[in-house]
């Protein structure tokens, strides 16, 4: 009588812990809300040194607070804020940017990568409605793209090239 009921107490366990949230695993979106990374904070205010050296006021124009992501990203890397376009590359960069878009350059390519990547998860989670259990859907989503730094590891080292130590085993 006792081994029934200690069964049905590890059932019942197991179903509810089974019930935990999967935090950003979870490929579904959350709902409608908003996307809070398309929200850029401002610079903090300065009070410059000599008022009467300010420029005019232009309606319509930049604020010296407002942000420039792709500028300061480029600034914080080590470049030159204003090298945006290929007109201001560097001349020591000048083989890398002709490296880099030797096979041409997508101007949409992120727009064009999230198309193709919501296709792909919808493909691959046609059955993942259907588990009885939870699941790591990002996991499964792409287990076939997974590297197993290990085995790759292992492979160049028997092909006898020289590799860094891999971390120790778990």
């Known amino acids: 009588m006792r081994f029934p009921i200690a069964l049905m107490v590890v059932m019942i366990t197991l179903a509810v812990s ?3 949230q999967t935090g950003l695993r979870d490929l579904r979106p959350a709902g409608t809300g908003p996307d809070e990374f398309l929200i850029l904070p401002n610079k903090p205010l300065e009070q410059p040194s000599d008022f009467s050296a300010l420029p005019a006021p232009t309606p319509g124009g930049v604020n010296r607070t ?12 080590g470049g030159a804020a204003t090298a945006l376009d290929t007109s201001n590359v560097p001349s020591g960069d000048g083989a890398l940017l002709t490296a880099a878009s030797r096979h041409g350059v997508e101007a949409n390519v992120r727009a064009d990568l999230a198309a193709e990547d919501a296709k792909f998860r919808r493909r691959e989670n046609r059955t993942a409605r259907f588990k ?7 996991k499964e989503a792409y287990r076939r793209q997974t590297l197993d730094a ?9 092909a006898g090239a020289v590799t860094p130590s891999a971390p120790p085993a778990e």
């Not at 009885?132 to 990002?138: C, G, I, K, M, S």
């Open 66 to 77: 407002d942000t420039n992501p792709k500028a300061e990203a480029v600034a914080a890397l």
């Open 132 to 138: 009885l259990f939870p699941v790591d859907r990002y």
């Open 18 to 20: 089974a019930c935990s």
């Open 150 to 158: 290990r085995r790759t590891n292992r492979i160049f080292r028997n």
